[in-house]
């Protein structure tokens, strides 16, 4: 696992979303390209930071005037790619590494679930390259 560098900006932004959601959260990343924020949360905190109906996560967005995605925090490169991609049911991920030393994680998803995981003009798998790159050092998620 990385050791993240969090921010100053990066830390009231966390303070900020603990104290809307009554959750803590581990990391926070700006997604600029997305116009949204992505907290990473500790495992068996994603209930409390979403809320009853979503009302805590529709009251982040809200304070911080953009969209706000939570993911749960996992013990392995495998579990956090299948927590980034959820609700997306993933069958399998395989890590490989290539020639250059480029770490790719190969998912394979319910054929259902192949449009979940990719998400909107792949926002969702972008979600998932962000979060492992940087918690895990893997350098590229491949739906396939």
């Known amino acids: 696992m990385s050791k993240v560098k969090i921010s100053m900006d990066d830390m009231k932004l966390?303070?900020?979303?603990?104290r809307v959601t009554g959750a803590s959260a581990v990391d926070v990343v700006k997604d600029e390209d997305s116009d949204r924020i992505i907290f990473v949360v500790p495992s068996k905190q994603l209930g409390r930071a979403i809320g009853k109906g979503g009302s805590n996560v529709k009251a982040a967005a809200k304070k911080f005037g953009q969209?706000?995605?939570i993911v749960e925090m996992a013990d392995t490169p495998k579990e956090f790619i299948s927590s980034a991609l959820a609700p997306a049911r993933v069958k399998e991920?395989?890590?490989?590494?290539?020639?250059?030393?480029?770490?790719?994680?190969?998912?394979?998803?319910?054929?259902?679930?192949r449009g979940i995981a990719i998400g909107k003009d792949g926002r969702n798998v972008a979600r998932a390259r962000i979060l492992v790159r940087r918690h895990f050092d893997v350098d590229n998620v491949v739906i396939e």
């Open 93 to 113: 991920v395989n890590i490989s590494e290539h020639k250059n030393g480029d770490k790719v994680a190969h998912v394979s998803v319910e054929e259902d679930d």
């Open 14 to 18: 966390i303070a900020s979303f603990e």
């Open 67 to 69: 969209p706000v995605d």
